[in-house]
């Protein structure tokens, strides 16, 4: 017996209610924000780990002393990485602005270890520029990856906690003010036992300030500033 039949049988009436009529159910507990929502049905994002330790031998994260000369791409073509993605349906990529190694892709005005003093177009280049420019070309949603913890700024005997926070939060308001939307920017978390609260809370309110859809992304002491989170292991597999 099926269901209208049941109700006739039992001397029910059924009413239809359309379902413009009905309301939706109120949401409980923990709820998703909007751009958590955006980052979550965006499902594909590709990860450019592009920098310093690309031109070393050998090496997977630089340890903040090779020459900032060194770093000298002959065939740099953001265009084509778009294109790529965009042939193969990823609607979103990341840059490493700057990795652990300190090394930064844009002419930074408050370190000289960067693109500026290398080989590459005789000091006058922008990857971080080239990058953005050419997802907004191609319709990618851009992101940042500025490494919160920095080797080469450890070597400096004047190195304090205190001094590094305003000087990433310098970098940040770079990065989030000068170079358009963008969607993500991440705060890995090697090597930043040092950076608590106080620290992030002043770089949240910059990210937040200068980019209020950026979706940021946080492990370990940066988790309660954090829209997503690394979710704990290295092996691409969540609990």
């Known amino acids: 017996?099926?269901?209208?039949?049941?109700?006739?049988?039992?001397?029910?009436?059924?009413?239809?209610?359309?379902?413009?009529?009905?309301?939706?159910?109120?949401?409980?507990?923990?709820?998703?924000?909007?751009?958590?929502?955006?980052?979550?049905?965006?499902?594909?994002?590709?990860?450019f780990h592009f920098g310093i330790n690309?031109?070393?031998?050998?090496?997977?994260?630089?340890?903040?002393?090779?020459?900032?000369?060194?770093?000298n791409p002959t065939a740099l073509d953001c265009g084509q990485w778009m294109r790529t993605l965009q042939s193969a349906g990823i609607p979103s990529a990341i840059i490493t602005a700057k990795h652990a190694d300190g090394f930064c892709l844009w002419p930074s005005k408050y370190t000289d270890y960067g693109v500026k003093n290398s080989a590459w177009k005789n000091g006058k280049g922008d990857v971080v520029r080239e990058f953005v420019d050419a997802c907004e070309e191609y319709g990618i949603k851009a992101g940042i990856y500025l490494g919160p913890h920095d080797r080469h700024e450890h070597l400096s005997p004047l190195y304090t906690t205190e001094?590094?926070?305003?000087?990433?939060?310098?970098?940040?308001?770079e990065l989030m003010g000068d170079y358009g939307k963008v969607w993500e920017t991440w705060w890995d978390g090697a090597g930043t036992d040092e950076l608590t609260t106080p620290v992030y809370t002043h770089w949240y309110k910059i990210v937040r300030e200068k980019q209020p859809d950026c979706v940021i992304f946080g492990t370990k002491n940066s988790y309660p500033f954090a829209d997503v989170r690394w979710m704990g292991n290295e092996s691409g597999k969540a609990g």
Do not use: C
Not at 55 to 60: D, I, Q, S, T
Not at 167 to 172: A, I, R, S, T, V
């Open 163 to 173: 001094k590094y926070k305003q000087y990433y939060g310098h970098q940040l308001e």
């Open 54 to 71: 690309t031109f070393e031998e050998y090496v997977n994260e630089g340890d903040g002393r090779a020459p900032a000369a060194i770093f």
């Open 1 to 47: 017996m099926n269901l209208r039949n049941f109700f006739l049988a039992a001397g029910i009436a059924a009413v239809a209610v359309p379902v413009w009529g009905q309301k939706a159910p109120e949401p409980y507990g923990l709820t998703p924000s909007v751009r958590q929502v955006e980052w979550y049905n965006r499902e594909m994002i590709a990860f």
